[in-house]
């Protein structure tokens, strides 16, 4: 997602790159290609129009700062922009509530809530809350189904009754059951219907009646540009909502409707899901999103994926091991598997600031890679991960053919590891990292 709208607004500020000041012309002409950018990627047109009206007031007669040159402080106005239509602060769930905090999950079908709900149970556990689901989709077994395989997946318990066809009743039911189990949150998966109708809105109204709901979050499909935003008005006019939850994030998706939505309905987006995986859901951070669409990457959520995935006493133990020249084969494949722990290896790299993010989406990053390696490393012998010193030419074929793989690509493995070597040798001897990095610029 965005990866044209990134792109399209890298070309829009580079016209003004090697501009001396920002002028009327040389603005106006960038805020043109911005407005452009906004509506191909299915951004609403008033909100658009609105954006760029925004930007252009704050650029009119505005000095150029002295750290700053006209593209990065025309980029720098659009970013903060880009901030606050998208909310400024980032928005919290409420999760207050006595006995217990109480959500209830709304949209239509095929937008991804049964799905969602088991991963917001997932999240909720690993902050050492004690969710419930409940599921109170009366009209598909299918769905009844699937939320309790996924509960299961994560070990969270499930209240259904698939005899009993009074939505409000079975949450009833299910919010005295979580009382009496402890539980600290009741997450309610909700029927949909192919459109918004009367009795789905009714139902909802009842559930919300008989157990007054503290977060109302409504699920859209990301993938359907506008209409989802039209969506989540008819739900913010006729039941209403207090924050949106967007789907197939990871998809092909323009991107408009995270960009339109506060501004038509005003609602807030709280959560996005990124992937298909049940840990693939993370908080929307306004700022954060906008340095993703402006190509800045993301390091704060990076640092938080790596913080969440991987263990720290091992990733110590691994850094003392490289700065000490121990670094071995079998340190090595430590760190593949703790990458992987990550996510999807191009949405790690994108998140990198100074990727171009759509070069990376049509660039073929080979997520087998890591697989191949590791499993070359696993067809070494002990002695061999230790010291790689050891693997001669015939053991480099007993390795290739162990792990599937050829001997050119355990060469490559080698190699890729010798300069790594090499370059731990380099950095110690400059004495440490810092001091490494100086020479490297000529700053001795």
Request: charged share 30%.
């Amino acid at each position: 997602m965005f990866q044209e709208l990134t792109s399209r607004l890298g070309r829009a500020f580079s016209s003004l790159s090697g501009q001396s000041e920002l002028t009327e012309e040389n603005v106006k002409d960038a805020l043109r290609e911005v407005r452009m950018a906004l509506l191909e990627a299915d951004v609403n047109y008033k909100v658009a129009r609105d954006f760029v009206a925004r930007v252009s007031e704050i650029t009119d007669g505005q000095k150029v700062w002295d750290d700053l040159t006209p593209d990065q402080q025309v980029v720098k106005i659009v970013h903060d922009e880009l901030v606050s239509l998208m909310g400024g602060e980032t928005p919290e769930l409420n999760l207050v509530g006595d006995p217990m905090a109480t959500i209830m999950v709304m949209g239509l079908q095929g937008s991804g809530k049964t799905t969602f709900c088991a991963k917001l149970a997932h999240k909720l556990k690993k902050e050492g809350r004690s969710p419930m689901l409940v599921a109170a989709d009366i009209y598909r077994p299918a769905a009844i189904d699937q939320l309790q395989i996924l509960a299961d997946q994560i070990g969270v318990p499930v209240h259904s009754d698939r005899e009993r066809k009074n939505a409000a009743q079975i949450v009833k039911i299910a919010h005295r059951r979580a009382k009496d189990n402890k539980c600290d949150v009741l997450i309610v998966d909700t029927a949909g219907r192919l459109h918004i109708d009367q009795t789905l809105m009714q139902e909802l109204a009842d559930i919300d009646k008989i157990v007054p709901m503290g977060e109302k979050l409504l699920v859209v499909d990301a993938m359907i540009g506008q209409e989802a935003v039209t969506i989540a008005q008819e739900f913010a006019d006729k039941v209403g909502f207090d924050g949106a939850v967007l789907t197939k994030m990871d998809g092909d998706a323009r991107g408009g409707v995270a960009l339109s939505l506060l501004s038509v309905t005003q609602r807030p987006i709280k959560l996005v899901s990124v992937g298909e995986k049940i840990e693939d859901l993370e908080t929307f951070h306004p700022d954060r999103m906008a340095g993703r669409i402006l190509g800045m990457g993301d390091v704060l959520t990076l640092i938080e994926k790596a913080e969440e995935n991987m263990d720290a006493g091992e990733a110590e133990n691994l850094a003392q091991r490289f700065m000490s020249n121990e670094f071995n084969l079998e340190d090595f494949q430590k760190q593949i598997r703790q990458v992987r722990k990550m996510g999807p290896l191009k949405g790690i790299i994108k998140m990198l600031p100074g990727v171009d993010a759509g070069m990376m989406d049509k660039s073929n990053v080979d997520e087998g890679q890591l697989t191949r390696v590791d499993s070359i490393i696993c067809s070494m012998t002990v002695a061999e991960r230790r010291n790689p010193d050891l693997i001669n030419g015939s053991r480099r074929k007993r390795i290739a053919r162990g792990s599937g793989a050829n001997v050119s690509q355990v060469n490559k493995l080698l190699k890729q590891y010798r300069d790594m070597r090499r370059m731990m040798r380099q950095i110690n001897g400059a004495g440490g990292m810092e001091n490494f990095a100086q020479k490297m610029l000529g700053r001795h």
